[in-house]
């Protein structure tokens, strides 16, 4: 009976990705448009990004230019890596590994930028020393208003900045560990079996993710009413996205195909033709989002409102509000 069941399926179904040249002899009029169009788009998304890395170093003061380039880089690095990654179907998983590396990186730049963005960490501590804070922000906490709120201080701030930098740190040495595994046979996505390796290395690294959006999501929610000015919550949405199309969308994607609702094609795979349509989505998407990212980071701002003016800011509306009332 297996040996019926075997016989009908394509040979190619059970190999591995093809080559960059397999790929290219199989391609059709409408497949050379595709690869050329999404070729063209990520390469548009880095001639961007550099442009815009001239822009930030000469108008924008240290360190906060560096920080700026870094989160700036997301999409545009995603994009590079997907374009090679669709062309060289074998090469996907260093090329997703330096994206999810990278990406790692931007989600502590992005909190290091909401506090240069108040002047500093200094400063930062002189404006919301022993303010309450709220913790109970998702991914970790969402559904517990209970949650006391923490007052801020010189440790909190580097508990958090902790937290978001593990990740940074961790993704990268894990992501060395699983190409050297993978290289020895013993690192495959499609092992479910609990003696693989993939089945504890990938839930722990999802494990890190949430820990590290954790404190970016805690800083957001108690500072984004100051850098309104700033188009903070425009840019932190950004951030958001790619973080679930990188992540959220080619894990689902990666289990579709492994579930096999994703149909082989030869010459790839139900893996590989997922891999690549993941590939093929990740590159328009980060095209879009680095449009967008253009124009929200490309601007200088005046600096921020010290707490004295927004405090007579808030007391003037509180006294209009009470003339008017009072009228009435």
């Not at 297996?2 to 009029?29: F, H, M, R, Y």
């Not at 958001?240 to 994703?262: E, H, P, R």
Request: some cysteine; hydrophobic content about 50%.
């Amino acid at each position: 009976m297996e040996e019926a069941v075997n016989s009908t399926i394509d040979p190619a179904c059970l190999q591995e990705p093809p080559l960059a040249i397999d790929v290219i002899k199989q391609l059709d009029v409408f497949g050379v448009c595709l690869y050329s169009i999404l070729t063209f788009m990520s390469c548009i998304s880095l001639l961007l990004y550099l442009e815009q890395c001239v822009y930030i170093y000469k108008k924008l003061p240290y360190p906060k230019k560096t920080t700026i380039i870094w989160i700036n880089g997301a999409a545009p690095v995603i994009a590079t890596m997907s374009c090679f990654g669709m062309w060289i179907p074998r090469a996907v998983m260093f090329t997703d590994m330096t994206s999810n590396c990278y990406f790692a990186v931007v989600v502590y730049k992005v909190l290091v930028l909401m506090v240069e963005e108040f002047g500093g960490s200094s400063v930062f501590l002189d404006r919301f020393s022993d303010k309450a804070f709220r913790i109970n922000t998702g991914p970790c906490c969402c559904c517990c208003p209970c949650l006391p709120r923490v007052p801020m201080s010189r440790r909190m701030l580097f508990l958090l900045k902790l937290g978001a930098l593990q990740y940074a740190i961790l993704k990268t040495v894990l992501s060395i560990l699983s190409i050297i595994l993978w290289t020895n046979g013993n690192f495959d996505l499609s092992d479910l079996e609990i003696t693989g390796t993939a089945i504890w290395i990938n839930p722990f690294i999802g494990v890190l993710t949430i820990i590290s959006l954790w404190p970016v999501a805690i800083i957001f929610m108690n500072t984004n009413s100051f850098l309104r000015s700033l188009n903070i919550i425009p840019k932190y949405a950004m951030y958001q996205l790619i973080l679930v199309l990188s992540q959220l969308q080619t894990s689902i994607i990666n289990i579709l195909a492994l579930d096999g609702t994703i149909a082989c094609a030869p010459p790839f795979s139900s893996q590989a033709r997922g891999s690549m349509l993941s590939q093929q989505m990740m590159i328009m998407e980060m095209f879009i989002i680095t449009v967008v990212n253009r124009f929200l980071f490309r601007r200088t701002y005046d600096t921020l409102p010290s707490e004295a003016h927004d405090s007579d800011q808030n007391a003037n509306v509180t006294l209009q509000a009470a003339v008017i009332e009072h009228d009435v």
